[in-house]
C-alpha cells in the first residue's frame, strides 16, 4: 500500500532554511485524485496546515507561511519537499507529510512525521 | 485567519457517548461540507476518522459520526472505549484564500 515517509535534518540554524523531503512508495505521486501536503505540529500544540502541491507543480499555502514557504515536486523520484526560510524557535516542530484527497481537503494518509529542532 | 474552535478537553465513561464540537465562521465550516476530523495518540501521526462533515473511510468504527448545524460541526464517539482516549481535531476547507484551518484540539479522556 502506499505510504509516505518524511527526511531531512533534525536541526536547523536560526535563520537559515529548513529542508524536507517526503518520499511517497508504493504509488504514484501523479496521480491526479490527490494534493501533497505539509502539515507541522509544535511541541505539545495542535496542527498547523503548512500547504500542498499538486502534481502538475500547482502550490497552494498557508498566509501566515507564504512568504516563507516553497513546495516542489519530484514526479520521477515520487517524492515532495518543502523549503522553510529564516527559521526561528517558532518553527520547530514534528512535520509530517500528507496525502490530502482532491477537492474534498481531507488528509486520508500521513507520513510518521519528523522533528526539526530550530536551535543554534 | 483564527484556528476552528474546540473545548480543549471532554471525558465519559466507557460505553458512554461525548460529543466534540468544532467552531467556525461563515467563511468555513458555515460555506463548506468539507469537515474533517482526526484522532491522534501519543506520539503518533494524526488518523483520518470523518470526512466531508459526516463520512466515514473504510475500516473506521461506525460509533464515530460527525454533523454539522450552521458554522458548528460536531463529532459524535458512541459505546466509549479505553483506545478512544486521545487528542481529536477538527479540519475546515476555507476558501481559495486561506485554503485548510485545523481547529485548536481536543483531548478525550475515558475515565
Known amino acids: 500500500q502506499v505510504q509516505l515517509q518524511e527526511s531531512g535534518p533534525g536541526l536547523v540554524r536560526p535563520s537559515q532554511t529548513l529542508s524536507l523531503t517526503c518520499t511517497v512508495s508504493g504509488g504514484s505521486i501523479s496521480s491526479g485524485d490527490y494534493y501533497w501536503s505539509w502539515v507541522r505540529q509544535p511541541p505539545g500544540k495542535g496542527l498547523e496546515w503548512i500547504g500542498y502541491?499538486?502534481?502538475?507543480?500547482?502550490?497552494y499555502s498557508n498566509p501566515s507561511l507564504k512568504s516563507r514557504v516553497t513546495i516542489s515536486v519530484d514526479t520521477s523520484k515520487t517524492q515532495f519537499s518543502l523549503r522553510l526560510s529564516s527559521v526561528t524557535a517558532a518553527d520547530t516542530a514534528v512535520y509530517y507529510c500528507?496525502?490530502?484527497?482532491?477537492?474534498?481537503?481531507?488528509?486520508?494518509?500521513w507520513g510518521h512525521g519528523t522533528m526539526v529542532t530550530v536551535s543554534s | 485567519q483564527s484556528a476552528l474552535t474546540q473545548p480543549a478537553s471532554v471525558s465519559g465513561s466507557p460505553g458512554q457517548s461525548i460529543t466534540i464540537s468544532c467552531t467556525g465562521t461563515?467563511?468555513?465550516?458555515?460555506?463548506?461540507?468539507?469537515v474533517s476530523w482526526y484522532q491522534q495518540h501519543p506520539g503518533k501521526a494524526p488518523k483520518l476518522m470523518i470526512y466531508?462533515?459526516?463520512k466515514r473511510p473504510s475500516g473506521v468504527s461506525n460509533r464515530f459520526s460527525g454533523s454539522k448545524s450552521g458554522n458548528t460541526a460536531s463529532l459524535t464517539i458512541s459505546g466509549l472505549q479505553a483506545e478512544d482516549e486521545a487528542d481529536y481535531y477538527c479540519c475546515s476547507y476555507a476558501g481559495s484564500s486561506t485554503y485548510v484551518l485545523f481547529g485548536g484540539g481536543t483531548k478525550l479522556t475515558v475515565l
Open positions: 461563515s467563511s468555513d465550516v458555515g460555506s463548506y461540507n468539507l
Open positions: 500528507a496525502r490530502a484527497l482532491g477537492g474534498i481537503d481531507a488528509f486520508d494518509l
Open positions: 502541491i499538486y502534481y502538475s507543480g500547482s502550490t
Open positions: 466531508e462533515g459526516t
